[in-house]
């Protein structure tokens, strides 16, 4: 690939701010390795569409969370007629929507933890209680924002009084929440670039579940294993699925897939579609066990850009 103009995009406004500075300014490095002029847009300070695009040839998509993996950002850079990284405008959307993705895992015969959803507008703690009851969905119970990503607003309830505390606080927040049954197990995720598999790494947090912390700090020590231990034809089955996922959801250039394997089964919890892209994240770390650097890995998903997608 000649010498291109690389905007990246990072920052933003989600949650996962910080997250993505940090992918962000990991993968300008790359790309100044790999020969490309780079510069970048926060659209915390800017809205997109006040991207000049005389001055860009690619977007690198390294924003994280709501605005830059649900569609909206990816809506931008289709209006601004830029190539751009990563899954399109409605793949992202139905990614980020775990109860439209979990919709979509079901046509495709993709085990997923049974769910039941409750917006702001329809809670009462009657609904609440005969949702349970109509699933029958057993304590513990997660519940979740339906669009959020990096674990942010999960929360683990082992009884009715913390489940009602819970929704009621994360209904203040967020407008739609999914409910379903805690999966224990193995807690596996699948990478997936261009449609290829490209490994399984298994995690082993000191923490309660593998959440924000678990997932972004040293401190909170998460023992990752690679190759995920697992017997040759489980590994293959879940990368198998992951695969399956990725194409179901429409996705382009580079996923991961988070599992719970459990009782000799695997459960799709969700699928990202702009992984982090950190000295902590998984997604490289897979790579460079498969013998890609990280250069290597910034240079596929680069090559992926495109338009109409």
């Known amino acids: 690939m000649k010498s291109k103009n690389v905007l990246v995009v990072l920052g933003g406004t989600s949650g996962e701010r910080k997250v993505s500075l940090e992918s962000g300014k990991a993968c300008i490095k790359a790309l100044k390795k790999l020969g490309h002029k780079t510069s970048t847009f926060d ?51 139905n990614s980020m929507n775990k109860v439209i993705s979990k919709e979509i895992f079901k046509k495709n015969k993709i085990k997923s933890p049974i769910y039941f959803s409750i917006s702001n507008k329809e809670y009462n703690k009657k609904k609440l209680f005969n949702s349970i009851k109509k699933f029958r969905t057993k304590f513990p119970i997660v519940v979740k924002p339906v669009s959020e990503g990096s674990s942010l607003g999960v929360k683990i309830c082992k009884n009715i009084f913390q489940l009602k505390r819970s929704t009621e606080k994360l209904l203040k927040k967020y407008p739609n929440l999914i409910f379903e049954p805690y999966v224990g197990g193995q807690e596996i995720q699948v990478a997936v670039i261009n449609g290829k598999p490209l490994g399984a790494i298994e995690l082993k947090p000191k923490r309660s579940f593998y959440d924000y ?46 599992f719970k394997f459990f009782k000799n089964q695997f459960y799709l919890l969700e699928i990202n579609t702009q992984p982090g892209m950190t000295n902590l994240s998984l997604v490289p770390e897979i790579a460079s066990h498969n013998g890609i650097s990280f250069e290597n890995l910034v240079k596929k998903i680069l090559l992926s850009a495109s338009l109409n997608k």
């Open 213 to 258: 912390k678990a997932k972004y700090t040293k401190a909170a020590k998460t023992q990752h294993i690679m190759p995920a231990n697992l017997t040759s034809s489980k590994y293959n089955q879940v990368l198998k699925i992951a695969k399956m996922a990725h194409k179901a959801l429409g996705c382009q250039g580079v996923t991961r897939s988070d």
């Open 43 to 93: 659209p915390k300070n800017k809205p997109l569409n006040t991207i000049d695009r005389s001055k860009v040839d690619i977007i690198f998509n390294a924003l994280h969370g709501k605005d830059g993996e649900d569609g909206i950002a990816q809506s931008y850079f289709e209006y601004l007629k830029i190539p751009y990284t990563h899954s399109g405008v409605i793949s992202s959307y």
